[in-house]
Every structure is written in C-alpha cells, then in structure tokens.
C-alpha cells in the first residue's frame, strides 16, 4: 500500500468514527425520556456538543501541535488519542445525567479535536501538490462518514431492509425502542477509533521538526495574523463555524419534526457527503483557476442558501432534504480550501500548529458560541412548547449572507509574498 493509499485510509477512519454519532446525538438528547432518548434540554445540548468541544480545540495546540511539531512523531500522538477517545466515547453511550455527559465530552473532545489537525499536516507533510493531492485523499474521510452513518442504522436500527431510490437505497422497519438503541451509536464510534489507533502504526513516519529556530511552535504559529488575508480568513471561520456546528445541533430534531424517522436522520444527513465528495473532487481545479477568494466565498455563500430553504416551510419535505447537497460546497470550497490556505502561507516547521491555531477558531471558539446561540434562538422562537424552526433557520441563513458579503469585500490573497 502506498503512501497515499494509507493516508486515504487514515482520513476513512478520522471521518468514519466521527460520523457514526455526531448526526444521531442530538436527536437521542433531545428525545423524550418516554421516547427513549434523555430528555435534555436546548442549552444543555448546546453545552454537550457545543462547550465540550470548544475546550479540546483550544486545548489543540497545547497537546497536539507543540508535541507533534517538536518532541514525537506526529502518527504515534494519533494513534494514542483516538484508542483513548474511543474508550471515552464507549462509556460515555452508558450514561443517562447531564452531567456525566458533560464530563465525559469535555474529555473526549480534549482527545478527539487534535486529530483533525493531526490528521491533516500528516497528509500535508507526504504530499507534494496541495490543491490537487488534499482533495483527492481528503475526500475519502467523506465516503468514511458516509459508511458509518449508513452501516450503524442498516445494522442496529433496521429489519427487513428493502431498495428505494433515494440514500441511503436500503431501508427497513424500525426495530422496537429505536430511540434509545441510538446510544449505540457511540458504541460504535468506539470501535471505528481502536482500529483506527492500530492502523495508524502504518502510516507513513511523521518526526517532529526538533531543530526548528523557535521551539515554541504554536507561539510562533500565531504570528501568521500578520497576514491580513489570515485575520479576515480567522473572522469569516468563527461566524461559519458557529452556524456550521448549529447545523449538527437542530439538523436532527428538525428532521423528526418535518417526518424523517429516526433510523433515517443520520443517512438523509449523508446526502451533503455525497455533494462533498464531487466538489473534493474538483477543488483543486477550481482554486488554481478561479482562486482562494472565490472559492471560500461560493463556499460561505451556500450556509446562506441551505439555511434560506430549511427555513421555507412550504417547500417539499424531500426539496428540504435534498437541499443539504449544499453541505458539499459549505466544507469543500470553504474549510478544506481554508485549510490549505493556511498550510501554504505558514512556515514549514510551524505547519501542524499553524492547522489547530486555525482549528482554536473553527473547533473551538465557533461550536462554544455556536451551542450558545442555538439555545438562545431556540428559546426565543418557541412559544406554547412549539419551536418555530422556520424563523430560526433564516436567521442564520442572515448570518451567512452578512458574511459573504463582508468576506469577498476585505479579504486579499497573499501567497505571492511566501514565494
């Protein structure tokens, strides 16, 4: 197997174990303790999925990129957070309170978030045509979170299953309290993150930079906000980012209560993989004709558009559904282009912690605002019991315009002056 067949592997595997629990979660919080889920609240989701995994981004470049970029080798670090993070998730799918889950996803989060930086400077560091090679591998973490979101429900939460046309092809009956068995889901996870900790034994040696001139390498990192298309960059990633983990948040809920079945919420959600995997596929071409500036913009411009129809209560429910094949512009033409932006303006020594600097931003300052936000707009549009989501999602589809607009306005491309 060669380098970049390993390295495709690897990305299966990181997207793989993320995708088999983040798209059901939220719908299992959420769920009535009589419908078998745990009955917490919007904030307390929010604090779950949104605070705990602000803290492990933050905590990203203190562990994983002045480790990773200084002292050992970037492929044992992963191995030895993502067996850890599966152990974490395993048991946390065996907690009913609040605040055992609030725990445990701080720690998880703490282990987990590295690796996507991790994950992402070892592709960089064996590759040699960024805006050609990273898609290309890049997009097999999208046909990892595919699988995983597919194979859970198939084999879990569905009898008799049956062909139909749309994704995810194969559906059946619900297995009795399928509500509650979505818990396994991090189960699952778990599994998916120990072979993924074994398998990375094989991946191509990553040392750390030990003779760098500055051995304080995420210090050194954030000097890249001398760069003015990196600040810009920064502010446009923390008001996408806050609406991108929102999406994770009430995209669950939201399809129960327009008629997806629960064994179907986390396939439907699939249907922005899929978009993904052909906007991956064609990034490169589109960022060496057309240019960073206006790649990330179509990519913030399509949060807009997607949110704009989730909130038009009178489309079609399956417009509403298809409607999130604008997934594969939002993470293809804006945070993988963003992240081989920010490899290709930062120093080579640097380059793991110039990728969990960004990620602090994304990861970590978005989901913690983010969950806030999505407690506080859902507090505010529900009356009598009754969340109006319709209102709800035009306000971030609002958020996303304004960003557009200000993004294209002031950001300037500066990668002639690092050549």
Known sequence: MNNNSRLGVMMFLQYALWGAWLPVTARYLSASISEGGLG?????IGMILGLAGSIGAIAAPFIAGQIADRYFSTERILSFLV???????WYTATQVDYQSWLVLSILYSVLYMPTLALSNSITFSHISDQENDFPKIRVWGTLGW?????????IWLQTDLQFQMMPPFFVGTEVPQVTSRLADALKFSGIISICYGV????????????DAVDQLAFKKAFGLFRYSSFAVLVLASLAISIIHQIYFLQTGPFLSSIGILDSQIGPAMTIGQFAEILTMAYLGYFLKNIGFKKVITI????????YAIFGSESLPVWI??????FHGFCYAFF???????????????????????FGIIILGGGPVIGGWLSGFLQSANTVNNVFN???????LSLIGFITTVLFFMFFKEELAERE
């Open 320 to 325: 509403i559904v298809l409607s999130q094949a």
């Open 335 to 357: 945070f993988a282009a963003a992240y081989i932006y920010v490899d290709k303006i930062a120093d080579e020594d640097v380059r793991h912690s110039a990728q969990t600097v």
């Open 199 to 210: 398998f990375c034994f094989s991946l191509p040696h990553t040392p750390p930079k030990k």
């Open 40 to 44: 917490f609240t919007g904030s307390q």
């Open 299 to 306: 990519g913030i411009a399509a949060y807009c558009l997607r």
């Open 389 to 395: 989501f319709s209102t709800f999602w035009y306000t």
């Open 83 to 89: 067996i850890s993070g599966g152990v974490v998730k």
């Open 146 to 154: 595919i699988a995983a979101s597919w194979a859970f429900p198939m």
